[in-house]
């Protein structure tokens, strides 16, 4: 099986793919993806060096994610893409395009399902209010409004917390030795241990790119302090094992679901 990840973008002062590699391989090194390939893209790239996360970026990036979307799945070497975007950028977009060809999966879409397999409350632990607004809408698209009890916000965004990783692309295992980034780990396991308080969250989804690279170390400051009954789920494995389990069971994203112009059967909407 080969799949393909990818990033929501790459900028002048960003690039995840190179992260997203490290992630992929601490995932294998877990005993997973057996059998499976996983190429990495380095993102869409877009002049915008901007640290908004909001519907303006959002619709920005979209773009970048089709055209990724349809280069891959033209070439006829993947079984399955994903998305790895903490707000599902282009995800919806993709499913209309592939619907009869590969199957694809997003960040925050795969890590509610799996949330709702293990419990009834989940906390995603987010960057900055305007993209965890679109967090909240997702899931009530999605139909987990419910389960998702809480987005909550550690105040740093993808682009400062980069800036601490890039000094680790050759070392990786010291990020979690640097200060800056302890700061950043600090703070997330904050908000982690108050929405296990506050919200009764029982379990706990990092979905950006820097908060999966901070996850080792969140986890140990969560079984540090006694919240090691706590599961926290990452969203790139969350989304390759959706991709792995669509692809092994030969299904694809109905079509009926994300219709296109050429649907047959369509139903009437009212």
Not at 104 to 129: D, K, M, Q, W, Y
Not at 257 to 265: E, S, W
Request: glycine fraction near 8%; include cysteine.
């Amino acid at each position: 099986m080969r799949l393909v990840a990818v990033p929501p973008y790459r900028n002048p002062a960003v690039n995840w793919g190179w992260v997203l590699r490290h992630l992929v391989e601490d995932y294998r090194k877990t005993g997973a993806l057996q059998g499976v390939e996983v190429d990495v893209d380095d993102g869409y790239l877009v002049e915008s060096t901007s640290e908004k996360r909001d519907e303006e970026v959002l619709a920005v990036i979209n773009v970048g994610i089709i055209n990724k979307v349809k280069e891959y799945a033209q070439t006829g070497k993947y079984d399955g893409i994903v998305l790895t975007g903490g707000i599902d950028p282009g995800f919806i977009a993709a499913r209309v395009v592939l619907q009869d060809k590969i199957p694809v999966t997003g960040a925050i879409h795969s890590a509610l399902h799996v949330a709702s397999l293990i419990g009834e409350r989940v906390s995603e632990i987010h960057t900055v209010p305007s993209s965890s607004l679109i967090v909240r809408h997702l899931a009530e698209r999605y139909g987990f409004g419910d389960k998702l009890v809480s987005v909550r916000i550690p105040w740093h965004t993808s682009t400062e917390t980069y800036r601490f990783l890039e000094k680790y692309r050759d070392n990786w295992p010291e990020r979690l030795n640097d200060p800056g980034l302890k700061k950043v780990m600090d703070d997330i396991t904050t908000e982690c241990i108050a929405a296990i308080e506050e919200n009764r969250a029982d379990s706990l989804i990092l979905a950006c790119e820097h908060l999966q690279a901070c996850a080792d170390g969140v986890r140990q400051r969560l079984d540090k302090a006694g919240y090691h009954e706590i599961p926290i789920i990452r969203t790139l494995p969350a989304g390759l094992e959706m991709a792995m389990a669509m692809v092994n069971m030969k299904l694809l994203q109905t079509a009926r679901a994300y219709p296109g112009h050429d649907l047959k059967a369509a139903p009437k909407y009212c």
